[in-house]
């Protein structure tokens, strides 16, 4: 009998991705990202079962021109094999005297969808494209039941708490991450 292949799903913090690749490599385009060769640089020989990318559409009305090419990356991603877009809600915010916007609901939808498919035995690893911390507490419950959680960082910016916890932690250089643009 074979060694059984491991399951790998990865979950994207897609504004937290978006705002370090934008910070590290200044000078490429969001869209021309190539999610495939980036997934296959992190998931390797194992099976990638879907990815999850999580974010919220822009104001249309605050920069119809952003909000334009924003839907144009999504409807890329959707085209995607295994690929699941996951929207969440834009909220204005009056901090001062200024608006400001803020991504509302992300972060939860990712944690239970990460316990959720680990309890439901959906995947062997989870992968976590993020440097926010605020997911400790979702790794612990999966690691909880004999699920392997790996973050991958950036040099720019990772978080110490998610490498301390994670059972793999990988933080991609700018060199690398260039690599991954058309």
């Given at each position: 009998m074979g060694e059984e292949i491991e399951?790998?799903?990865?979950?994207?913090d897609g504004s937290n991705l978006y705002h370090l690749v934008k910070n590290l490599c200044p000078d490429q385009k969001q869209i021309e990202f190539n999610f495939s060769k980036f997934l296959k640089n992190i998931v390797g020989a194992r099976t990638l079962i879907r990815v999850y990318y999580y974010n919220c559409p822009l104001d249309r009305n605050k920069d119809n021109k952003a909000y334009r090419a924003q839907q144009r990356f999504f409807e890329k991603l959707r085209e995607?094999?295994?690929?699941?877009?996951v929207l969440c809600r834009m909220q204005k915010v009056k901090i001062g005297g200024k608006t400001?916007?803020?991504?509302?609901?992300?972060?939860?939808?990712?944690?239970?969808?990460?316990?959720?498919?680990g309890y439901n035995k959906a995947y062997d690893t989870a992968i976590l494209v993020s440097s926010d911390g605020d997911f400790v507490p979702a790794i612990k419950a999966v690691q909880e039941i004999g699920k392997k959680v790996e973050d991958i960082g950036f040099e720019n910016k990772f978080s110490f708490h998610l490498k301390k916890v994670c059972d793999k932690f990988v933080k991609l250089k700018?060199?690398?991450?260039?690599?991954f643009f058309i």
């Open positions: 399951k790998v799903i990865v979950f994207i995607m094999p295994n690929f699941k877009l400001i916007y803020q991504v509302k609901e992300d972060d939860i939808h990712l944690a239970v969808d990460m316990v959720k498919l700018k060199q690398e991450v260039e690599n």
